[in-house]
């Protein structure tokens, strides 16, 4: 079960990044090109963006530099009523970035500069410390355990805020850029045992209950994690929509019908809404539909996390837009 909002913030650990994006398709960067950007970025970031402008407590632990990056998205999470109290600012490194390309057909090629960045150097503290301590979830993107740095704090403010009563929510947000070596894949697997809320899309569903999408259904992956203690899985579904499972059965949600501009972020966006939610204390049918407005109103505005949404955007966004057949 996930932990009220009124016991703490909901906490991210991870990269906190800037995007810079090719404005043509095609395949890499091997040729200069017209470029867009700097976006704040990076997938716990975008995740904790939208947790505080839906009006959830929100705080976020990570590092950026000391240089107009990192300013970029402090300025960003502060004004997105996210606390930053345990972000570091690093006097050396710079803040991490990602350059970003998209295939005529869709697909995306990222080159990341994370782990050798300000993004990937920071650890516990006395901030650190303190924001756990006061926390009432920890949300878990899949996308950070690639950092030795965030994978330890990740696990160490788990059983901490788990201790204290607070809940887990993990997104596996895997990426082929982003491979896990041998000790965070079982870092993943043990944050699953302990997590609440589960927000997989496609495959990783499968991974995630460690199972084969070749030996498996889908409802049988979705029944070992309810039975390994998971509370809630939501399946992120993109245009289909998504759907949401507990021990009652299963609720679905239409997508919203938007013109696709930038995908980036639509699941990031998708979660903190979700989960904020819930926190909030709504329903899973209405949790359901602010995920799909959130991730919806992402994907049509240029930039990872530049269509996150407030409750009230979403509420004129829901109004105003019809759902996908």
Not at 261 to 286: H, S
Request: aromatic share 6%; glycine share 14%.
């Amino acid at each position: 079960m996930l932990a009220s909002d009124a016991l703490g913030p909901t906490v991210c650990v991870g990269e906190i990044i800037v995007e810079i994006m090719a404005t043509t398709p095609g395949d890499g960067f091997r040729q200069p090109q017209p470029l867009i950007g700097p976006f704040p970025s990076g997938a716990p970031l975008i995740f904790i963006s939208q947790c505080g402008r839906m009006g959830g407590q929100a705080a976020m632990i990570g590092a950026v530099g000391a240089d107009d990056f990192g300013a970029l998205n402090l300025d960003r999470l502060r004004g997105d009523g996210v606390d930053t109290s345990a972000i570091a600012v690093d006097p050396e490194l710079p803040t991490g970035s990602a350059f970003v390309r998209y295939r005529a057909d869709g697909s995306r090629d990222f080159v990341f500069n994370i782990v050798h960045s300000a993004a990937g150097r920071f650890g516990w503290s006395d901030a650190v410390a303190a924001l756990v301590g006061r926390a009432g979830h920890l949300h878990v993107m899949g996308s950070a355990l690639s950092m030795p740095s965030a994978c330890r704090v990740i696990e160490r403010a788990a059983g901490l805020i788990k201790a204290r009563g607070g809940s887990i929510s993990v997104d596996p947000n895997l990426r082929k850029e982003l491979a896990l070596g041998a000790a965070a894949e079982a870092v993943f697997a043990r944050l699953v045992g302990m997590a609440d809320l589960l927000l997989p899309s496609g495959k990783e569903l499968f991974r995630a209950a460690g199972m084969s999408p070749r030996a498996a259904t889908e409802a049988e992956a979705v029944a070992s994690l309810l039975e390994r203690g998971v509370s809630e899985v939501v399946i992120k579904r993109g245009a289909d929509g998504a759907s949401a499972c507990d021990a009652t059965g299963a609720v679905h949600a239409a997508a919203f019908a938007v013109e696709e501009i930038d995908p980036t972020g639509a699941g990031d966006c998708f979660g903190g809404a979700y989960l904020t939610c819930r926190r909030l204390g709504m329903g899973v049918e209405q949790a359901l539909t602010y995920a799909c407005a959130a991730g919806a109103r992402n994907v049509s505005i240029r930039g990872p996390a530049e269509g996150a949404g407030t409750r009230a955007e979403l509420d004129a966004f829901i109004a105003a837009m019809g759902r996908a057949a």
